[in-house]
């Protein structure tokens, strides 16, 4: 499908209607547009890692490793390279075919950069796909990930605008814009989502979709988070969202962003099966996988490959369009 049917151009009104369709009909149109650029038992599978955790100066309400807030977890610097290769290794024999890389920082020092730039040569040398979040860039860090092979950049919007301030401080929505310009610059795949489930309401949730489905190209990672709720941190206990406006919120983006992969990334644990399968029926395409997300658990691998079982998904290989993508 050429990149002529895609739209940049949702107005906030057009996407607070499709949220507001009936469930059915959002969910037919979502699949609809689902089956014409993926194969629907297809989902692809990225592990994660967090390489240095902990002590972050940004005060993200949502996030364990603020320095800001009083959570119980404890700080690891930078690993060594040694020990990120064999998590890689390890991800990838049990399938995984990207290796997600997480840094708890506002931004990296370009000491620290060599560092990383170091693990994603030796993950690339294993044959896998590779992504890190890093936090912000200026335009000479971008330029020397690109040099590496990096293949994604994850750098989430989170909300809408409009509530940014709300549960972030230290940076600002802008900040956030800039760094995703500059890894699309320099050809790096974006991923780019939100987490739902902070107290937002819907119309942000409409805002976040129309700010990612209208940037200049579609990220091509587009990862929908669930709050994971930690003591300690300024959102806990937040009010939950709803499991079917949930599913309502993958079928937009899926609406939205035709050719993304979608994952149904953080919160899969607290999802019930049902609720995984009707977020794979309306679009979502991946999934973190492995037991650890970055500082919180994930779902038990054994527990994960059942449900593909159950649902007759396969894991999906190597995205080699993606891949020329960052050629
Ligand atoms: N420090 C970098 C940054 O903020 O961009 C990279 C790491 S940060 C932990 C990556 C993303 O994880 C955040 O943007 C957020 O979307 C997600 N995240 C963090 N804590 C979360 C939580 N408790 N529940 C759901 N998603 C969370
Ligand atoms: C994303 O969108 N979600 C991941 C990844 N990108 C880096 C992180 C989820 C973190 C969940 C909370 C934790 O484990 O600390
Ligand atoms: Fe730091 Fe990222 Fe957590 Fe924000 S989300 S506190 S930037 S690690």
Request: a negative charge; glycine letters at 6%; proline letters at 3%.
């Amino acid at each position: 499908m050429s990149n002529a049917t895609l739209r940049h151009d949702w107005s906030l009104d057009e996407i607070s209607q499709l949220f507001q369709l009936p469930f059915n009909d959002l969910l037919f149109q979502a699949h609809s547009i689902h089956r014409q650029h993926f194969d629907p038992n297809e989902v692809q599978i990225s592990s994660l890692l967090s390489i240095k955790t902990g002590a972050c100066s940004e005060d993200c309400g949502y996030c364990s490793q603020s320095a800001k807030h009083n959570t119980e977890l404890e700080r690891e610097r930078l690993l060594p390279l040694e020990e990120v290769i064999s998590k890689a290794r390890i991800a990838k024999d049990n399938g995984s075919t990207r290796f997600c890389m997480g840094a708890a920082w506002r931004n990296p020092t370009d000491k620290n950069l060599d560092k990383v730039i170091d693990m994603i040569t030796a993950i690339k040398d294993l044959g896998m796909e590779t992504c890190v979040t890093l936090g912000m860039l200026t335009e000479q860090q971008t330029r020397r990930l690109k040099q590496a092979g990096l293949d994604y950049y994850n750098h989430n919007l989170d909300t809408s605008p409009e509530f940014y301030g709300e549960v972030i401080t230290t940076r600002t929505f802008q900040d956030r814009l800039d760094t995703l310009e500059h890894v699309r610059q320099q050809g790096i795949n974006v991923c780019s989502g939100g987490i739902l489930g902070m107290g937002e309401t819907a119309t942000d949730r409409a805002s976040m979709m129309q700010q990612l489905a209208n940037m200049p190209q579609h990220p091509q990672s587009v990862p929908i988070n669930m709050l994971v709720q930690i003591e300690g941190t300024p959102l806990y206990g937040a009010d939950k969202i709803d499991a079917i406006e949930f599913v309502r919120s993958i079928a937009v983006a899926r609406i939205l962003m035709p050719e993304s992969h979608v994952r149904l990334s953080a919160g899969r644990h607290e999802m019930s099966d049902e609720m995984q399968a009707l977020c794979f029926f309306a679009g979502a395409n991946s999934i973190f996988y492995g037991e650890k997300l970055l500082t919180t658990d994930n779902c038990k691998t054994n527990h994960d490959l059942q449900l593909f079982d159950r649902l007759g998904i396969q894991p999906s290989r190597i995205d080699e369009q993606a891949k020329q993508a960052s050629a």
